[in-house]
């Protein structure tokens, strides 16, 4: 079955820190995060391409960092400096490799909770 299960969500104080990690279960291209807080729409974070070729949405430029271990089909989200407006349902996203074919999927997605 294919799958991404993603870990490390939480309750953190503002200025603090999370990591999230995701794991897939095959080999991935292109893989992410999003995010969605309620009432709004679910946007993108941060993505990674299997050579490394990385994009941030402005909001977390110098505060989160993204990386991946293509060995182990996993990206991982490094959350620094934790603001309350990044508390949202964070979603893994990638591209996947299934019976030949290239299609996207999502994770069930991870609750972050930044208070003040």
């Known amino acids: 079955q294919v799958q991404l299960v993603e870990s490390g969500g939480g309750l953190v104080q503002a200025g603090g820190s999370l990591r999230l990690s995701c794991v897939a279960s095959?080999?991935?291209?292109?893989m992410g995060w999003h995010r969605q807080a309620p009432g709004k729409q679910r946007e993108l974070v941060a993505r990674?391409?299997?050579?490394?070729?990385?994009t941030y949405t402005d909001s977390v430029k110098g505060r989160f960092t993204i990386s991946r271990d293509n060995a182990k089909n996993m990206v991982y989200l490094q959350m620094s400096s934790l603001k309350p407006e990044d508390t949202a349902v964070y979603y893994c996203n990638a591209d996947l490799w299934v019976r030949d074919r290239l299609s996207n999927y999502w994770g069930q997605g991870t609750q972050v909770t930044v208070y003040s």
């Open positions: 095959g080999s991935a291209n292109t």
């Open positions: 990674i391409t299997r050579a490394g070729m990385i």
